[in-house]
C-alpha cells in the first residue's frame, strides 16, 4: 500500500481531462452482450478492478471475450452456453449484485466470493429474490453458490431496495432470460440512486427488451431475447466530479471532452451541485467546463440519486465558506465502507469540523491541516483525499492504489492536470 503525498498547488488549475468509459455502463453493457443473441462490439470499455473482474467473470462462466488482452477497450464478446464457474467479486457491487441471476443460467454451480470488506455490503436481498423467482441459492452471504440449471422460472418478486438499487438491477439485467420474465416490486423507504435503475431500463430497451416501469416502485420485464448490439461506453461522469472538483477548489477551470448531451449516469447531477456552490459551468460541442469561484459557496442537498458522488462533494464542502448539509445517503454506510464515518473521520483528522447525521453529514468550515488521510479501500475516499491535499498542506493519502477500483490511472492523470 502506497502512501501518496497528494500534490499541493497554490494557484488555480486549469486543464482539459479525458475519462475513460462508465463503470456502470460497462458492466451493464457486459452483462447485456453476454447473455444477447448474438455476438456484439463494445467500445469504450473502462479497465478497472471491477470491470476487469465481471469480463473475468464472464469469461470463466464461458461467455467469449476477445481480445482477452489487459487494457483492451474495444472487446468483441460472443454469447455461449454458460458453465459452472468460480466467481470472484472483489469489492465491486455491479459483480456482486448483476452476476448472482445470470449464473441461474449456467449449467452447473456457480461460486461467489470476494474482498473480505465485501462481506459488510448489503447482499442477501438479491439471494433471497432468485429463490423466490425459482433458482437454487446456498447461503445468504459470501461465499454462496447459485446452483444453475441453465433455466429458471421467474415471475414476481417484492423485495426491499432501500439499501441497493443494484439489487433491482441485477434482476433486471438477466429478467428476459427467465421462462416468465421478472416483475420486481420494491417496499419499503425509498429506492437510492434510481438514475442507475433508469440507466439498466434504458441499456434493456436499446437491446430490444420490453420493460414496463410505469407502475410505482415496479418494474415488469418481458421474457425474450436480448439483441446484440454494438455498445459505445460514455466517459465516467463519476469520475469526472473529482476532476471538475479541482476547478471548483482552486478557482481554475477544467474541462471534459465526450460529456454527452443526454445520459442516464447521475455523475453528470455534478454540474448542478458545483453551480450551487458558485461555479460556472458552460458547454459547447460536448466539450463541458467547470470554473471555479473566488469562494466556495456551502450547499444544502439531498444526495439520495446521487450519493456515488458524496465523497467529492464532501470534500468541497469542507472547503467551502459556511455550513453544508448533505443528506439522504443513509445507504452509503453500506457502500464500499461505512462512508458517512470514513469522510466525517478523515475531515475532521485534518482539523474539519463534521458531524455524522442519520442519513448523512453536517459539514462547518473549518481551516484544515496536513496529515494522514485513510482510504479504507474506497477510490472515492482516495479521490476525496486528493482534493482536500490540492489546496492543504502535507496531506498523505494512504492507499492511493485503491482508484484503480473504477480509475487505475488517477494518480497520473491528477498530475496530468495539475501540470495543465
Ligand atoms: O448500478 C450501478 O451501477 C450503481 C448503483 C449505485 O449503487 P447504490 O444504489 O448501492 O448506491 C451506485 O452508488 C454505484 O456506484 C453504481
Ligand atoms: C458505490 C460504488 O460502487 P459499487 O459499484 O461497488 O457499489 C461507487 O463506485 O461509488
Not at 119 to 128: E, K, M, V
Request: negative net charge.
Amino acid at each position: 500500500m502506497t502512501v501518496w503525498r497528494a500534490p499541493r498547488v497554490t494557484g488555480p488549475v486549469t486543464a482539459t481531462v479525458e475519462l475513460p468509459g462508465s463503470k456502470s455502463i460497462t458492466n451493464r453493457a457486459l452483462i447485456l452482450a453476454a447473455l444477447a443473441d448474438g455476438p456484439s462490439t463494445v467500445r469504450g470499455v473502462l479497465r478497472s478492478r471491477d470491470t476487469d473482474l465481471m469480463l473475468g467473470a464472464l469469461s470463466a462462466l464461458g461467455v467469449g471475450i476477445e481480445p482477452d488482452t489487459p487494457g483492451a477497450t474495444t472487446v468483441r464478446i460472443t454469447p455461449a452456453p454458460l458453465r459452472g464457474a468460480d466467481v470472484f467479486c472483489g469489492l465491486a457491487g455491479t459483480v456482486l449484485r448483476f452476476l448472482p441471476p445470470v449464473a441461474a443460467f449456467a449449467s452447473g454451480p456457480v461460486r461467489f466470493d470476494a474482498d473480505e470488506q465485501a462481506r459488510l455490503r448489503p447482499q442477501s436481498t438479491i439471494l433471497g429474490a432468485l429463490r423466490v423467482l425459482g433458482v437454487d441459492v446456498a447461503g445468504d452471504a459470501l461465499p454462496f453458490t447459485v446452483n444453475g440449471r441453465g433455466t429458471a422460472p421467474g415471475g414476481a418478486v417484492t423485495i426491499d431496495a432501500s439499501a441497493s438499487s443494484q439489487f433491482v438491477s441485477g434482476l433486471l439485467l438477466s429478467a428476459p432470460r427467465f421462462d416468465n420474465g421478472v416483475t420486481v416490486h420494491h417496499v419499503g423507504k425509498p429506492v437510492p440512486s434510481t438514475p442507475h435503475i433508469d440507466m439498466t431500463v434504458d441499456m434493456l430497451t436499446t437491446a430490444g427488451v420490453s420493460v414496463d416501469a410505469s407502475g410505482a416502485d415496479t418494474w415488469r420485464v418481458a421474457p425474450g431475447p436480448i439483441t446484440a448490439v454494438d455498445w459505445v461506453v460514455e466517459p465516467d461522469l463519476s469520475n469526472a466530479a473529482a476532476f471538475l472538483a479541482a476547478a471548483a477548489a482552486t478557482g481554475g477551470s477544467i474541462s471534459v471532452p465526450n460529456w454527452p448531451a443526454i445520459t442516464t449516469q447521475p455523475g453528470a447531477q455534478i454540474t448542478d451541485v458545483l453551480r450551487d456552490m458558485g461555479c460556472e459551468v458552460t458547454s459547447a460541442d460536448g466539450l463541458l467546463t467547470v470554473t471555479g469561484p473566488d469562494r466556495l459557496s456551502p450547499i444544502g442537498i439531498d444526495l439520495h440519486d446521487i450519493g456515488e458522488l458524496t465523497p467529492t462533494i464532501a470534500a468541497l464542502a469542507a472547503l467551502a465558506d459556511g455550513t453544508s448539509v448533505l443528506s439522504g445517503i443513509a445507504h452509503l454506510r453500506g457502500h464500499e465502507t461505512d462512508r458517512l464515518t470514513a469522510l466525517a473521520t478523515e475531515i475532521n483528522r485534518l482539523g474539519g469540523r463534521v458531524t455524522e447525521t442519520d442519513d448523512g453529514l453536517r459539514i462547518e468550515s473549518a481551516t484544515l491541516h496536513g496529515g494522514r488521510w485513510l482510504s479504507y479501500a474506497d477510490h472515492r475516499m482516495a479521490t476525496a483525499g486528493a482534493l482536500i491535499g490540492l489546496v492543504t498542506d502535507d496531506v498523505d493519502v494512504d492507499d492511493i492504489e485503491t482508484t484503480a477500483k473504477t480509475l487505475p490511472d488517477f494518480p497520473a492523470m491528477w498530475q496530468r492536470m495539475i501540470a495543465g
